[in-house]
């Protein structure tokens, strides 16, 4: 069985811009660069891993306010000169991030801890320990 499609351009362009399959159709592309995440859980930890190639650990902040983890980063625009090099054709591009997440209660947001290995900064949230309720024997007299 074939599928046969009716190309009609004026409904084309409308439905293509509307349902894009792919964020590269979308015109202003450079909106969407937010990084990819994982988030793993572990018995003691989670793990959030980010996807930030080609950015410094140094531009990259992160913040824990409240029970609100945020990530965010800070690259500088450089301003096109005479001496800087002119792109034939430029697919990426560093533009500044910002991910924010909502931490569950049972984060221990004092210790917190992050590395940044080969561009990806993974930030490891270890959990509370959880404080075990003594069995107590109590005398009657």
Same mark, same amino acid.
């Given at each position: 069985?074939?599928?046969?499609?009716?190309?009609?351009?004026?409904?084309?362009?409308?439905?293509?811009?509307?349902?894009?399959?792919?964020?590269?159709?979308?015109?202003?592309?450079?909106?969407?660069?937010?990084?990819?995440?994982?988030?793993?859980?572990?018995? #003691?930890?989670?793990?959030?891993?980010?996807?930030?190639? $080609? /950015?410094?650990?140094?531009?990259?902040?992160?913040? !824990? %306010? @409240?029970?609100?983890?945020?990530?965010?980063?800070?690259?500088?625009?450089?301003?096109?000169?005479?001496?800087?090099?002119?792109?034939?054709?430029?697919?990426?591009?560093?533009?500044?991030?910002?991910?924010?997440?909502?931490?569950?209660?049972?984060?221990? #947001?004092?210790?917190?801890?992050?590395?940044?290995?080969? $561009? /990806?900064?993974?930030?490891?949230?270890?959990?509370? !320990? %959880? @404080?075990?309720?003594?069995?107590?024997?109590?005398?009657?007299?």
């Amino acid at each position: 069985m074939n599928l046969v499609r009716k190309n009609n351009p004026l409904f084309s362009t409308i439905f293509e811009e509307l349902f894009a399959e792919n964020r590269l159709d979308i015109p202003n592309y450079e909106n969407f660069s937010i990084p990819a995440i994982n988030i793993s859980e572990k018995n #003691t930890i989670f793990v959030v891993e980010i996807v930030i190639p $080609g /950015i410094s650990k140094n531009d990259v902040a992160i913040e !824990v %306010e @409240e029970n609100t983890l945020k990530v965010f980063s800070k690259v500088n625009d450089e301003v096109p000169t005479e001496e800087t090099t002119k792109y034939l054709r430029k697919d990426f591009d560093l533009k500044n991030f910002e991910r924010k997440f909502t931490l569950p209660q049972i984060i221990d #947001t004092e210790n917190i801890n992050a590395t940044h290995v080969d $561009g /990806i900064l993974s930030i490891s949230l270890p959990k509370k !320990v %959880e @404080e075990k309720a003594v069995k107590k024997m109590v005398e009657i007299s």
